[in-house]
């Protein structure tokens, strides 16, 4: 991660361009990786999505342009604050935040965009400019962490400490992995089979890092897992429920989403989806819902996209549409509640 | 004179009666604008108003007129209106007030007043309803004026002078007063809207407008020019008809008929007359009262559909114009004048037609779909029947949605039609009758206006445009200066003004 400092000295270096520009009288002009769709492409070396070549402009003579470039100076000086300051902000708060500064989004979706215009523009995460989402995953097991963080530098906490898991929160995510004995990453998607794992002590059994994702993963989240992957060499395992959105949670943490397609060290190419698939659902008689149209209109458009080229993905999804059902991790319970913990996961995590 | 009127009735009692202008247009009364008391007020300032302006047009002066309005009991009015026109020479006072159908001119010109026939009216319905003369004092100089008190012999239709005596005026011009029965407090918003339009479409006249002796209103005036003097024409020879031909006959028939075609009809010279005789098989030399009653009928339709007279001079009229059109609209109604647009001269029945309109916008959503219209002819404002008129017709087959006229603005019209001669529906002149070349000349006239108002819509939402753009642009690089300059660690943001200007002052050139 970037360091605060070259943050900061980034966002002045864009600041004093901004200024030059307007003193000699010229209209400033940035530019930006362009993150519309049709620049992002599937890396298959990387299999990650990552940006092409394509930049755009942001022309302040431009009356299209010139109110979010408003804005994108306003967020740039928004974060520099936050940086100088040792804060973080949610983007909600950074939303409301802006009518205290007389700039106007006509929605939160409208400085989210911005926000991730200035990422684009500088090249940094916006978690590196202090900047995170309101929605939190949690995190439990045999970790030790130390915090960077102001006020807690230094300090270590063992990822264990809250029966309840621990937030991943700006802290968290900053904090260095010190030591572990955990041998897997075990994400699972809904907090109930979290709260399960740890409950049955599975955590022990299989030797894992617990994390909830909590339908698709934040990113502080996913980069949490990329360190654990990258740094403690732990491998990562997905477990959400069958159906095509719990498949899609598992490969946007292998292989990254549009949105976040212009931030690096986000993807685990290596992590394993071990269900729940169209097979288990008939290999372990899981109780089952029909597909609704939104459901089957997602398998159509899943198979048409990039990241399921594989032959294993387009056969998931094949099955998924002649099977015309779904099941959620908790189906499970119909044989009993600590069969997924007894039976189910050792035969996955084999 | 109410007992005459009735004996009159009783005396004619034979199979056919024979009755004198005068009875005829007493007993049509509500026809010529004298139906009820409120009416005969209204009608009775028109027109002695119109006689006003046009006395003065003819002095080529700008007129100050003065209406005066007391009432002496619950339905008896005393109404008059003085003037600084010309005044009338002292022979034609009599005829002018007590005759129906006063004034044998020949002569072509555009007249507020037709034939006289208004003031007559309102001086016979004074007389019938109060039993009182008219009141004319009439200066023509500095030197001294006359004061005739005339009442009209109804059978005879002839004026009776009650009295004469010399008075003495300010100055040149007339005074007309009229006791009548006359419903004021219901006629008041009438003559107060007809006094605004005339200042619409005079705007050089100052008439102020008095209630007993208080409430004073004032309008027109903001124009200081005289509008153009307008040419008195021989008439067209396509507006010939028998009666005409008739009169001009009596007057000059002793001539020999090619020097009496050329003498009587405008666009007539003497290779025109000799062609024109010539396609009718009339030998010029012969007198022309010594044509057949069949030969006359032959020459007044040849003279009408006969191709080879040039188009009727259109000197003889005389429009507002569009300075002063625009002027006084604005003056008068404070909304904004678009454009002004003409159509003609044209011509209708051997008459020269020209319409000319202004059209104007004011803030505040209209519920109409099509502009609100104000009508003029020969510069008189008419207020009444506007859906029996062919303006009002036309006005509606125009598709003014098409002109994408802004929804919150109300669009006006001022349609002015000037000829010699204006086809009325009634005597009453509230409204003009169809006519092919009038229908076609307002519908031109009034898309005219359309796509005008349609280039001013557009340009106005561009400036609006352009003015929410530049707003927008200082606001936002208010926020780009303060925030750069704070990245910067900057302690004053750099001035934007001259950046912004910069954008638009290439826009202010095009």
Known sequence: MTNPESATSILKDLGSRIVEDIENGRFPILELLDRRTGNIVFNDHSQEFILGASHVKRNSSNSRHVRSFSQLVWVASFAKQLLLANRTSSLRDLYYSSEAFGVDFTDQSESDRVVGDLECLTGLAREELGIFPEERSSVYGKVTMRYTVSGYEGKTVDLTISPDGLPIGPALMTAEPVESDAEIVLAVESGGMFSRLIETKAWERFNAVLVQLGGQAPRATRRLMHRFHKELGLPVYVFTDGDPWGMHIARVIMCGSANSAHVRHLTIPNAKWIGV???????????????????????DDLSRDVRYTGKDWQRYIEEFRELRMKAEQQAFSRHGIDYVVDTYLPEKLA | MIDRYTMTQVVSTGDFISISPSEFFYRNRQMAGFGNPTQAVYSTVRELVENSLDACEDAQKLPVIDVRIRRESSDIIQLSVSDNGTGIPEEHVPNAFGRIFYGSKYGMRQKRGTFGLGVTMAVLYGQLTTDSPVTVSTQMDEGHGLTYKIFIDVEKNEPIIESK?????????????IRLNGDVRRAKSRIIEYLRMTAVSSPHARIILEFEDHDHLHFGGSSTTLPSPSLCTKPHPRGVDRELLRRLLADRGQKSL???LIDSFQQVGDRTARRFLRFMALDPKIRADSLTREDLSRLSNTLRRFDGFSRPDSRCLSPIGEFAFKEAVSAEFGVDVLTYAKQGPLEWEGHPLLIEGVIATDNGA??????????FANKVPLLYDASEGVLMKTLRKVTWSRYEVEKSKTVSLFVNVCSTRIPYIAAGKHSIASSTQIEDGALSLFRELGRQLGKSAVKSSQSKRNARRMREF??????????SAELANRATPPSTVGLVKSLFEVDDHD
Do not use: C, W, Y
């Not at chain 1, 698939?277 to 089957?296: G, Q, R």
């Not at chain 2, 209209?366 to 009508?375: A, D, F, G, V, Y």
């Not at chain 2, 200082?474 to 925030?483: H, N």
């Open chain 1, 277 to 299: 698939t169209p097979d288990d659902i008939a290999d372990f008689s899981l109780p089952t819902e029909s597909m609704n149209n939104a459901d089957l209109k997602r398998l």
């Open chain 2, 165 to 177: 005596h010399l008075s003495r005026r300010s100055g040149p011009g007339t005074d007309v007063s």
């Open chain 2, 366 to 375: 209209s519920q109409s779909e099509i502009p609100s219209l104000h009508r």
């Open chain 2, 258 to 260: 090619i020097e009496f």
């Open chain 2, 474 to 483: 200082t606001r936002s690089f208010k926020i780009i200066a303060k925030f």
